[in-house]
């Protein structure tokens, strides 16, 4: 059963920033590829960011030059570097980790942007 946690969330005012880490149960390369995605009670989870398995990272465009997505190998974990947060970039955040058609789901942490 994989496990994936995140963690590092919290509240930040406009302008902050704020470093989210996924850690994974399993060798990350084991999965097509990882991502951070976010939902509110009015929005649909939709993808942030994503990493796959050679590396390759993907922005959603509202993201985009704020955003950093990495991984660590050895640690079994992937980290989202939020920069120049925005009021609308509140939401929980989710870490997903895709095998095939599977996308298996972190238990979700909340990011707060406000002042």
């Known amino acids: 059963q994989v496990q994936l946690v995140e963690s590092g969330g919290g509240l930040v005012q406009p302008g902050g920033s704020l470093r989210l880490s996924c850690s994974a149960s399993?060798?990350?390369?084991?999965?097509?590829?990882m991502g951070w995605y976010r939902q509110t009670a009015w929005r649909e989870r939709e993808l942030v960011a994503l990493i796959n398995l050679a590396g390759v990272t993907k922005y959603a465009d509202a993201v985009q030059g704020r955003f950093t997505i990495s991984r660590d190998i050895a640690k079994k974990r992937v980290d989202l570097q939020m920069n120049n947060l925005r009021g609308e970039d509140t939401a929980t955040y989710y870490c997903?980790?895709?095998?095939?058609?599977?996308?298996?789901w972190g238990q979700g942490i909340l990011v707060t942007v406000s002042s």
């Open positions: 997903g980790a895709r095998v095939m058609s599977r996308t298996h």
């Open positions: 399993e060798n990350i390369l084991f999965f097509n590829d």
